[in-house]
């Protein structure tokens, strides 16, 4: 079965940076929707980013300004660069692939924010 491989995440400081990767299969790439979804402990998963092969590119309001998705179709990646980052962006982060065919997720990385 196919599946995303994650890359990246792991502890920063409140105000730090962390860059999130996710390697796609290059068939997938060029025909889906790619995104990253978070999950904190206790709450739901929700949409952090999308980049749509179109190139529009959305963000979750919290994070807007601080984080900045990107698609780069010579290594079929999908990155999440995350800066001045906070105690309540700590969730675990999941890679995210749509396409008119099917629907592909990352295993999750753990993102840590201390204060």
């Known amino acids: 079965q196919v599946q995303l491989v994650e890359s990246g995440g792991g502890f920063a400081q409140a105000g730090g940076s962390l860059r999130l990767s996710c390697v796609v299969p290059?068939?997938?790439?060029?025909?889906?929707?790619l995104a990253w979804y978070r999950q904190a402990p206790g709450k739901q998963r929700e949409l952090v980013a999308y980049?749509?092969?179109?190139?529009?590119?959305e963000y979750l309001s919290s994070v807007r300004g601080r984080f900045t998705i990107s698609r780069d179709r010579a290594t079929n990646t999908v990155d999440l660069q995350m800066s001045a980052l906070k105690p309540e962006d700590t969730a675990i982060y999941y890679c995210?692939?749509?396409?008119?065919?099917?629907?592909?997720w990352g295993q999750g990385t753990q993102v840590t924010v201390s204060s």
């Open positions: 995210y692939a749509r396409s008119a065919q099917e629907t592909l």
């Open positions: 980049a749509t092969t179109g190139g529009t590119i």
């Open positions: 290059p068939p997938i790439f060029s025909l889906s929707t």
